[in-house]
T-cell receptor, first 111, second 110 residues
Framework: DTAVSQTPKYLVTQMGNDKSIKCEQN?????MYWYKQDSKKFLKIMFS???????INETVPNRFSPKSPDKAHLNLHINSLELGDSAVYFC??????????FGPGTRLTVL | EDQVTQSPEALRLQEGESSSLNCSYT??????LFWYRQDPGKGPEFLFT???AGEEKEKERLKATLTKKESFLHITAPKPEDSATYLC???????????FGEGTQLTVNP
């Protein structure tokens, strides 16, 4: 069974569009995260939710909005997509502050 | 500001040739040093967590060690299937945020 899953795996869209990426974890963890990995493979935290409460909100454009409907889900909505948003986005989860487990990633390409 | 630096950026080894990857960190109170393996097109896969200087953990051909300023990932007699990018990350005491290094891309040739 997949522990942390993301949909879609690939997302190709035009500049200015709005898109969402969904994440689900079946590990029973209480904390979920969104990371962005750029072309140089550098992983940077964007957001974190603990029990549906936002606890980390890095300096990202407010076009990015996370939503956590419950402990097992954390979605990422992106408005007015720009070329620079092209990257791989990873969802992760953890129980408290111990090791994080990552999903397979969503490769976003903005044309 | 927390900082994690990995070296080398890339490492090419022959099968069986042991080596070490370095992860230097500057965080305000380390609450965990994490090692991950990332294969192309996949998410990072958790390997080890180290909490205090002197701690060591092993898994197959990999051994991770920790000092007060850096961590090493030792690879003994590597095989081609060990080829991947190895990432380290540090967590500070004040929160749950992980600061990642830029990774070491390891290639093991048969």
């Amino acid at each position: 069974d997949t522990a942390v899953s993301q949909t879609p795996k690939y997302l190709v869209t035009q500049m200015g569009n709005d898109k969402s990426i969904k994440c689900e974890q079946n590990l029973g963890h209480d904390t979920m995260y969104w990371y962005k990995q750029d072309s140089k493979k550098f992983l940077k935290i964007m957001f974190s939710y603990n029990n549906k409460e936002l606890i980390i909100n890095e300096t990202v454009p407010n076009r990015f909005s996370p939503k956590s409907p419950d402990k097992a889900h954390l979605n990422l909505h992106i408005n007015s997509l720009e070329l620079g948003d092209s990257a791989v986005y990873f969802c992760a989860s953890s129980q408290g502050t111990v090791e994080q487990f990552f999903g397979p990633g969503t490769r976003l390409t903005v044309l | 500001e927390d900082q994690v630096t990995q070296s080398p950026e890339a490492l090419r080894l022959q099968e069986g040739e042991s080596s070490s990857l370095n992860c230097s960190y500057t965080v305000s109170g380390l609450r965990g040093l994490f090692w991950y393996r990332q294969d192309p097109g996949k998410g990072p896969e958790f390997l080890f967590t180290l909490y205090s200087a002197g701690e060591e953990k092993e898994k197959e051909r990999l051994k991770a060690t920790l000092t007060k300023k850096e961590s090493f990932l030792h690879i003994t007699a590597p095989k081609p299937e060990d080829s991947a990018t190895y990432l380290c990350a540090a967590r500070e005491t004040s929160g749950s945020r992980l600061t990642f290094g830029e990774g070491t891309q390891l290639t093991v040739n048969p």
